[in-house]
């Protein structure tokens, strides 16, 4: 069975402190994305990669950054963490740009910045 | 802009009820249409997608139809069950060859035994 794995379903972190989310998937796929999730907000694109060391902002990139040194591993970083950044962060990836296949999503990590 | 719009929930329903949850999209050009399904504390699944004009995507009882003349893909299912209860996405990817998917704010959905 195919997956996106997230390193940690739940983290507490302390104002100010660089936070590192993990993300690694076992399909090959070339892209892969982190959303974050806020209650009436949806799923909004925080970062994107399609290929290896190439990474693009998506909607909301301020804040963080993210580092794709391997085909399967995508990592979100919070440069310095705030409490606004306290959410449900989702990582996903997909194979193709046809659309065709949607995306395979991993289980969340829900932060909490206090 | 590309968008996706959702009703609101909640969505409260007893038991073997009909469910739908509408979905319209505004797009250029011919997107792909899915419909995403969370449970509580997991991450979202891929519930079923519609990749052309009145094509039917269907899955565990749910079902959707792409309508390009009303830009809709409205979900339905004709007997829920206690189980069904999860948040609902809509989601569109356009044909245009960028990576991202569009989703809309959700609808949750709550069945009651």
């Known amino acids: 069975d195919v997956k996106v794995t997230q390193s940690s379903r739940y983290l507490v972190k302390r104002t100010g402190e660089k936070v590192f989310l993990e993300c690694v998937q076992d399909m090959d796929h070339e892209n892969m994305f982190w959303y974050r999730q806020d209650p009436g907000l949806g799923l909004r694109l925080i970062y994107f990669s399609y290929d290896v060391k190439m990474k693009e902002k998506g909607d909301i990139p301020e804040g963080y950054s993210v580092s794709r040194e391997k085909k399967e591993r995508f990592s979100l970083i919070l440069e310095s963490a705030s409490t606004n950044q306290t959410s449900m962060y989702l990582c996903a990836s997909s194979t193709d740009t046809s659309g065709h296949y949607g995306y395979t999503f991993g289980s969340g990590t829900r932060l909490t910045v206090v | 802009g590309n968008s996706v719009t959702q009703m609101e929930g909640p969505v409260t329903l007893s038991e073997e009820a009909f469910l739908t949850i509408n979905c319209t999209y505004t797009a250029t050009g011919y997107p792909s249409l899915f419909w995403y399904v969370q449970y509580p504390g997991e991450g979202l699944q891929l519930l079923l997608k519609?990749?052309?004009?009145?094509d039917k995507g269907s899955n565990k009882g749910f079902e959707a139809t792409y309508r390009k003349e009303t830009t809709s893909f409205h979900l339905e299912k004709g007997s829920v069950q206690v189980s069904d209860s999860a948040v609902y996405f809509c989601?569109?990817?356009?044909?245009?060859?960028?990576?991202?998917?569009?989703f809309g704010t959700g609808t949750r959905l709550k069945v009651l035994a």
């Open positions: 519609a990749t052309k004009a009145d």
């Open positions: 989601a569109l990817k356009t044909a245009s060859g960028t990576y991202k998917y569009i």
